[in-house]
DNA sequence: CATATGTTTGGTATATGCTCAAAACTTTTG
DNA sequence: CAAAAGTTTTGAGCATATACCAAACATATG
């Protein structure tokens, strides 16, 4: 993944990478199923999907870990819900709220317009979800 | 449709929608597919489907309309992308930007969280992509 | 009223996401 | 250290959303 646009994965796909990210380390397949409340095929079937776009590594009946590129891609992944959770808390959203709805819909929001949030918002560096590292957000 | 969530229909539905109601009146098959840049079938398709949720009528070889309910919530699916694009623009966004990010994830944004962004800002009257108005907006 | 135009139907395709049952593999344990 | 128990994967199948094409159908017009 050369260019970053925010647009590369499906819903469920950016839920996937994030919780690896979170979870950091082989991750096992029934963690993930459990986690986001699928069975355990639909993970297998999730995992398969992203090993193919080289964004983690899947050894079979061991686990899931994010490659390089996964794990820089779900650094950014995580800031965006991040600052869009933040975005939406400026509007009067209780913080749950503010995450719950950016996690509806931040799948749909482009690497460029984050960062133009990002840039406006002064670059913060806490959510109301999480810290934000600001590595690959095209600070200007 | 009693309550509205916001979360009724699919993006391309909402797209309908929204195109239904700039139109106005009884709009063709083929206008329809032609703004929407789909095979007339495909919009044929979609329509049958909105009518089926009591949002249009369609007269077949005549054209849709809206219903009341659906007037009602077109209005508020464009006061949706109308306020979102104007929270964008906020952020550095072009109006073509925000105009068309929002257009992107709108569908997925609740109408509970537009109203409180639409609260915040002071129920504003116009956005970079039309007018706003205020009647299903849930003014506090 | 026959033909041109516009619309709908039916078949098919892709992408995403999901489940279940059975097979394959790993780990535990008697 | 083999059988039982537990976990993971595979394969078949289903649902939704979106799309196209070709054929059938309705309407409008010359």
New interface residues.
């Given amino acids: 993944m050369q260019e970053i646009t925010g647009?590369e994965l499906s819903p469920k796909k950016v839920e996937y990478l994030k919780f690896l990210f979170k979870k950091g380390g082989l991750v096992r397949t029934t963690d993930i199923s459990t986690q986001l409340k699928v069975d355990p095929s639909t993970s297998t079937k999730a995992i398969s999907d992203l090993a193919e776009t080289g964004l983690v590594e899947h050894i079979p009946y061991r686990g899931v870990r994010l490659t390089e590129a996964g794990q820089s891609y779900a650094e950014f992944l995580i800031n965006r819900h991040n600052i869009l959770s933040l975005?939406?808390s400026?509007?009067?959203?209780s913080p749950e709220?503010a995450c719950g709805?950016a996690s509806?819909?931040?799948s749909?929001?482009?690497k460029?317009?984050v960062d133009?949030?990002c840039?406006?918002?002064g670059h913060p560096m806490t959510s109301v979800c999480g810290k934000i590292r600001h590595v690959s957000c095209g600070i200007s």
Avoid at 90 to 93: E, R
Wanted: aromatic fraction near 10%.
């Fill in positions: 647009l975005m939406l400026h509007y009067g959203l709220e709805e509806r819909f931040e749909l929001v482009s460029t317009a133009k949030i840039t406006s918002m």
